[in-house]
């Protein structure tokens, strides 16, 4: 029997497949308290954590024992993986499950902002709709575009599959070109800044690392269309909020809408969300019931695989299992 920490409450059908360890579930739904955390992993065999716990040397420290670590996420910016890496420990995560529900929200965040639905809403809840208007609340056209997709991993190539829908073209930017999706889905491949003056609509999917730091800044941003719509779906710090908000307010680019955010949670008084062209949502991307109960079955599958000694089937450090020794 391995001792567990859950550092969230997760699908009780998911958290029955532990059944046989002895877990210790934090039972708020907030992020557990720092100093807990440290303490409650001193004699853990297996983390199951969030996007919102940081994995790095001062956790590895304390959890001595661990002999894996389980994220309920794809993302793993939270977690030093190197460190992870050197310690022999294996990190799960949870891709695929995720990607066609987190597309889903790109293309709703799209349409929302594209299409002005937010400022509709507010509008009507206002009392201020009188009659019909032809100039009213106009936006950008979505069909017969061209997107933008910066980042074209699982969730960028199934962003990309919905754009037929709407009769669009699409241009993408990753670190290398993306052949399969290229055939599937008809992307053509842009340098960064050619697809920024190319699209009409830029959704960014990349991964968030050093690199990729603040890739939407100023300058990418002088680089779009003053019509284009911006939507994150990564990470927030991939965008220079800032920049961000000077773009939105001075018309150098349409409208955005953010499911990440920097900082995040966003203060309520942060200055983008004083824009009405701004939207922004709480790290939806992959809130459906059922994606986040998969995410919930995947990550205890990576945890019990973990313990048990066995390689963790969905690792975001495979090195792990190359390396000496
Ligand atoms: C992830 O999995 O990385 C998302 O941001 C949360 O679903």
Not at 77 to 86: F, K, Q, S, V, Y
Request: proline share 6%; with cysteine; net charge negative.
């Amino acid at each position: 029997m391995a001792r567990v920490v859950v550092t969230r409450p997760i699908n009780p059908r998911a958290a029955g497949l532990m059944e046989g360890h002895e877990v210790w579930t934090w039972p708020e739904n907030r992020t557990m308290p720092r100093g807990l955390l440290l303490e409650r992993i001193a004699d853990a065999d297996g983390a199951l954590v969030m996007l919102t716990d940081r994995v790095d040397d001062e956790f590895l420290e304390a959890g001595g024992r661990l002999a894996v670590v389980s994220q309920m996420a794809v993302g793993v910016d939270n977690i030093d993986l190197d460190a992870c890496t050197r310690r022999g420990i294996p990190v799960g995560h949870t891709p695929d499950v995720l990607t066609e529900t987190t597309a889903d929200m790109a293309w709703a965040l799209l349409a929302a902002a594209a299409r002005r639905i937010p400022e509709g809403r507010d509008y009507v809840l206002g009392g201020h709709w009188q009659e019909w208007d032809p100039d009213l609340l106009l936006g950008s056209d979505l069909w017969g575009t061209t997107l933008g997709i910066v980042g074209m991993g699982r969730i960028g190539a199934a962003v990309a599959r919905r754009a037929a829908g709407f009769s669009m073209r699409v241009v993408y930017n990753s670190r290398s070109p993306k052949h399969e999706v290229e055939e599937e889905t008809g992307a053509v491949y842009a340098e960064f800044e050619e697809l920024l003056a190319r699209a009409d609509h830029v959704v960014v999917t990349a991964a968030y690392t050093p690199e990729t730091h603040h890739l939407i800044d100023r300058a990418a941003l002088a680089r779009m269309k003053p019509t284009a719509t911006l939507v994150n779906i990564a990470r927030g710090p991939l965008v220079d909020p800032h920049a961000l908000h000077r773009a939105l307010q001075s018309g150098v680019i349409g409208a955005a809408a953010l499911d990440v955010t920097e900082p995040e949670p966003i203060p309520a008084d942060h200055e983008l969300l004083s824009l009405p062209n701004c939207l922004v949502i709480p790290h939806l991307g992959s809130a459906s019931r059922g994606t986040r109960l998969a995410m919930a079955t995947r990550a205890v599958e990576n945890l019990l695989a973990g313990l048990a000694g066995s390689q963790v089937p969905w690792c975001a450090n495979p090195s792990v299992y190359s390396q000496d020794g």
